[in-house]
């Protein structure tokens, strides 16, 4: 581990724009040894990402690669390398995985045929050996019943499953370098552990080199050798990886280990009514079965008798893997997703019959903040005409001054400036984004907000600002929240009780840190090992 397989010095890059070039990565300079992994982390826009690229030789058109750059890769420096050259290092001596594997992988071939593919580049096998070769790289990723899936398309393959086929690309011809970006960011505690250690595993039986770019520190602290911290395109700390996190040197690097979510809930009053009570729901979806002429009917359960009360000040955790009916669940209960059987109780009041009209009253009481703001917003409208919106739709406010006013108000509780009114989403980030949905539900003064995987997307230190934001808006408004989410640190920091679901029903629920501490089942064992342990 101690000769260096690759050298990167001096790399800069910008981008050429419309308003001049705009310097996305200043000097980064690193060393990988073999058999190593090194860790690169920071934000979201710190150059992670365009320095990966840099050495794969796989920047955008509009990029401009600094003179005195240089990728030294085994003694030679391929940043002087034509198209042709580094078209043969690409996916045989240094391959890369990236974040979202359904956006990679090509939704209308075969995954074995896109396996294939990467083997035929550079290497010269007989029809069936070429198809041994890639059942035995999906077998190699673990990959269930690989004859089966060799024949299957990628949106037939759960996310965790399209990730392995993805490392079994990166890995089809035994490279010495692998770049891995963001390659767990996307998917649930128990499969990220599962890819974690599989690509240890891998790495050790390849003597492979990892560069494993995420902004994830338990990750980086698990797994990694050494630790690059980039901000703002420049490397403001590296070293190995345990001395970085025990004595950090950087005030950006103990900004960024201090951002790790902490803390637990202040206790609700003892006496605090129910805002929301949903018992024994049951949803079903209909699903139609068989050839043209014996069509079938049958239920797909999603979610099977499942109860829930939040009271006020309080926030329910609902966690569990995905498919395990956590969103389902919260959509159906406040009439926004599949109709659902069970009784469902709001503030006293009946409401899981009540038509889309009848509805309407309720809507500002209760709201709902989504996953991706950016989704959620309209793209086409600033912020003053999203926020106002539902304040017209509801009559709230009897002139535009008043309801100016409300929007005021909203904006300074998520601590967003009032020259953000006359913006358009895309130009913020996404953790300021976040903060404007979240405006967006306050403005109505709502009782309930369901908040589903609002932090999922954020980067480390913005999701603690955002988790900080939620439990002041709570104390503030009185709020009740139901907190959708898969990650257990957060739940942990932000949710007084938990129910943990999987397959549509609830295995374990009770006070989180009850749960989190001494889980009785062995599905939360897992989860939980899976969320501090990281890599089991």
């Known amino acids: 581990m101690t000769d260096k397989l690759l050298s990167i010095r001096n790399v800069n890059v910008s981008f050429k724009t419309a308003t001049g070039l705009r310097h996305a990565v200043h000097d980064v300079s690193f060393d990988v040894g073999n058999g190593e992994t090194l860790a690169v982390v920071g934000e979201s826009g710190s150059g992670k990402s365009v320095t990966a690229r840099v050495i794969m030789g796989m920047l955008a058109p509009n990029a401009r690669v600094g003179e005195g750059t240089q990728v030294i890769f085994d003694g030679e420096d391929i940043a002087t390398f034509s198209e042709p050259q580094l078209q043969d290092i690409r996916g045989r001596r240094i391959s890369m995985i990236f974040q979202e594997p359904l956006t990679s992988l090509n939704p209308i071939y075969r995954v074995g ?3 294939a593919e990467i083997i035929k580049v550079h290497r010269k096998l007989g029809k069936d050996e070429l198809k041994s070769e890639v059942i035995r790289l999906l077998k190699e990723v673990q990959l269930p019943d690989p004859e089966a899936r060799y024949l299957q398309y990628p949106h037939e393959l759960s996310g965790g499953q399209r990730q392995r086929v993805m490392i079994a690309m990166a890995l089809a011809n035994n490279p010495e370098l692998l770049i891995a970006d963001e390659p767990t960011t996307a998917l649930d505690v128990t499969v990220q552990a599962e890819i974690l250690s599989l690509l240890r595993q891998l790495q ?4 492979m080199a990892v560069i494993l770019i995420t902004h994830d520190l338990s990750v980086v602290r698990a797994v990694s050798d050494h630790v690059v911290v980039m901000r703002r395109g420049e490397v403001v700390e590296t070293g190995e990886t345990q001395e970085v996190f025990h004595h950090p040197q950087h005030p950006y690097t103990k900004h960024l280990i201090a951002s790790e979510p902490k803390g637990e809930p202040k206790p609700i009053q003892k ?3 129910p805002v929301l009570t949903a018992e024994n729901t049951r949803v079903a979806f209909k699903l139609k079965t068989g050839g043209f002429f014996s069509r079938k009917s049958v239920d797909l359960v999603a979610v099977n008798d499942v109860s829930a009360t939040i009271r006020r000040g309080e926030t329910l955790g609902v966690v569990g893997e995905s ?8 959509m159906s209960i406040i009439g926004l997703g599949q109709k659902q059987n069970g009784p469902v109780t709001f503030q006293g009041d009946r409401i899981e019959r009540l038509s ?3 509805l309407q009253p309720y809507r500002t009481r ?4 989504f996953q991706d703001p950016f989704s959620s917003l309209n793209p086409r409208m600033i912020i003053r005409q999203i926020l106002e919106e539902g304040l017209i739709v ?3 406010g009897a002139s535009s001054r008043e309801r100016l006013d409300l929007i005021k108000q909203a904006l300074d509780d998520v601590q967003m400036p009032h020259d953000a009114l006359d913006r358009f989403p895309h130009e913020f980030s996404g953790g300021q984004r976040q903060r404007l949905a979240i405006a967006r539900a306050i403005v109505l003064k709502p009782e309930f907000i369901l908040l589903d995987e609002p932090t999922s997307a954020l980067d480390l230190s913005i999701q603690a600002q955002i988790i900080e934001l939620l439990r002041e808006l709570r104390d503030k408004h009185d709020l009740s929240y139901m907190f959708i989410s898969h990650d257990l640190k957060v739940v942990r920091a932000l949710c007084h009780r ?10 374990e629920e009770g006070n989180t840190a009850e749960v989190l501490e001494k889980p009785k089942t062995d599905y939360t064992r897992r989860l939980v090992r899976a969320a501090f342990d990281v890599v089991a």
């Open 113 to 115: 045929d896109q396996v």
């Open 204 to 207: 050790k039986a390849h003597n």
């Open 271 to 273: 006496d605090a009514p």
């Open 323 to 330: 498919g395990s009916g956590k969103t389902t669940f919260g």
């Open 356 to 358: 889309r009209k009848e």
């Open 366 to 369: 209760i709201q709902v903040v």
């Open 394 to 396: 509801n009559g709230i």
């Open 498 to 507: 938990v129910i943990v679901m999987k397959s549509g029903s609830v295995v």
